[in-house]
T-cell receptor
Framework: GAGVSQSPSNKVTEKGKDVELRCDPISGHTALYWYRQRLGQGLEFLIYFQGNSAPDKSGLPSDRFSAERTGESVSTLTIQRTQQEDSAVYLC??????????????FGPGTRLTVL | GEDVEQSLFLSVREGDSSVINCTYTDSSSTYLYWYKQEPGAGLQLLTYIFSNMDMKQDQRLTVLLNKKDKHLSLRIADTQTGDSAIYFCALIGNFNKFYFGSGTKLNVKP
């Protein structure tokens, strides 16, 4: 079946502009995660949605970052007034959301954001 | 939170075995994972091990878990050039939050 998809695959923007990144999770997956991977660094957790619960925003680096999710479907990550240090690959993952069993996360291909 | 550490680079010759190591601080994770990231591609789940196991073998891959030392390793037998990638270990913390290591870049020389 279809995996996690993200759009756009690449985004180049000017410093100070707002950007919106989209994630389409695997159908039926209640949990959705956003991560950031800066060049030469590991994955950095940003935000986590689980069903209708309040999202875990503990990883968002500043108030310029926000994310929404419509029910158990599409999520958008918005970065306002982008800065050069926001340049990174933004990865989305989804999982079944089971807390009782192994809950594998499946990753999308990522959006490469470049802030000039 | 969880600290997950990996060495950054590993270089091996084709046909040799590769061993990628990972250490962590929190021992409450039920499952421990290895992900592979090839150049220009997303993360791919490679294998995982349940925390009550010491070892799991899957074809050329062997995962070893030492809970006492909080050490996880991935052994790739007969390493091929196609195995060149970045390998991340990952643990689940509270509420299914994943903690990833910084990744080990495996370079396989022909």
């Amino acid at each position: 079946g279809a995996g996690v998809s993200q759009s756009p695959s690449n985004k180049v923007t000017e410093k100070g502009k707002d950007v919106e990144l989209r994630c389409d999770p695997i159908s039926g997956h209640t949990a959705l995660y956003w991560y950031r991977q800066r060049l030469g660094q590991g994955l950095e957790f940003l935000i986590y949605f689980q069903g209708n619960s309040a999202p875990d925003k503990s990883g968002l680096p500043s108030d310029r970052f926000s994310a929404e999710r419509t029910g158990e479907s599409v999520s958008t990550l918005t970065i306002q007034r982008t800065q050069q240090e926001d340049s990174a690959v933004y990865l989305c993952a989804s999982s079944l959301g089971s807390l009782a069993e192994e809950d594998t996360q499946y990753f999308g291909p990522g959006t490469r954001l470049t802030v000039l | 939170g969880e600290d997950v550490e990996q060495s950054l680079f590993l270089s091996v010759r084709e046909g040799d075995s590769s061993v990628i190591n990972c250490t962590y601080t929190d021992s409450s994770s039920t499952y421990l994972y290895w992900y592979k990231q090839e150049p220009g591609a997303g993360l791919q789940l490679l294998t995982y091990i349940f925390s009550n196991m010491d070892m799991k073998q899957d074809q050329r891959l062997t995962v070893l878990l030492n809970k006492k030392d909080k050490h996880l390793s991935l052994r790739i037998a007969d390493t091929q050039t196609g195995d060149s990638a970045i390998y991340f270990c990952a643990l689940i913390g509270n509420f299914n939050k994943f903690y990833f290591g910084s990744g080990t870049k495996l370079n396989v020389k022909p």
